[in-house]
């Protein structure tokens, strides 16, 4: 996978010297494309993880507090590899009422995700990457108040429409943020948001948006090559030697 697929029809050079750390940019889906992304994650691998429940820690909801008590825009997050005190028939309740789940890691659950980090790390000056996936049950699910990221972040729309919001500080009242432009994302659209731009989220139905995000890169990534880990394809080495034995 090339850079210049990623970020067609833009130039990577071009989104290198315009774009990036610069300002929000929005690629929608080409005419007939809405699917482009579905391979990225679907709503059955999402069931499949979450059922698997003993193994699945990498789990995370919004406006859930590290007690497990939901606090509707509090912008706390609870995580289960901290803290598993939510039955799993807990988590499904709160899914059910609006509070999105967040799965860490995913890029080890889908090789073309893992590919996506692999291509930024290598064509890009950034540092270490993953994937989240960002899961919404219904119109106006619970996200996240309004905050920036300090990473670099590309957003793969799969599922279902977004409202994003975008702000910045105003300049009449202090410590108070002002929208300066809603965008709608919808199944196949990709949208780039720099470090620090503050923005927030808001649902128009069940949703799936893969976060293929990284760091902002440290001298010693320059010093030393960063190696992504392996990703292997185990089944088929099962399939190889059932075959070999028959």
């Not at 289960?80 to 509070?99: C, E, F, M, P």
């Amino acid at each position: 996978m090339f850079l210049s697929e990623l970020l067609h029809p833009i130039p990577p050079n071009k989104f290198r010297e315009e774009i990036y750390e610069k300002r929000v940019y929005w690629w929608k889906a080409p005419p007939g494309a809405s699917e482009r992304f579905s391979s990225l994650y679907s709503w059955e691998k999402f069931d499949a993880y979450l059922n698997d429940w003993r193994n699945a820690n990498h789990i995370q909801m919004a406006d859930v507090n590290e007690k497990g008590k939901a606090e509707v825009g509090s912008g706390q997050k609870w995580d289960k590899g901290r803290d598993d005190n939510l039955t799993k028939g807990d988590v499904y309740n709160l899914w059910r009422h609006g509070h999105s789940i967040v799965l860490p890691f995913c890029e080890y659950q889908s090789q073309t995700l893992w590919t996506i980090c692999n291509t930024f790390e290598k064509q890009m000056p950034f540092g270490p990457g993953c994937a989240n996936m960002y899961c919404s049950s219904k119109t106006n699910s619970h996200t996240f108040s309004p905050h920036k990221d300090d990473t670099e972040n590309f957003l793969f729309h799969i599922d279902g429409q977004v409202k994003w919001r975008f702000y910045r500080k105003s300049k009449k009242k202090e410590n108070k943020l002002e929208c300066y432009q809603d965008i709608i994302l919808g199944r196949g659209d990709l949208l780039y948001i720099p470090i620090g731009v503050f923005h927030d989220t808001q649902p128009l139905g069940p949703r799936l948006t893969a976060s293929v995000h990284f760091q902002k890169p440290k001298q010693e990534d320059f010093d030393k090559k960063r190696i992504r880990e392996k990703m292997y394809d185990w089944h088929k080495w099962f399939e190889f030697q059932r075959e070999i034995k028959l």
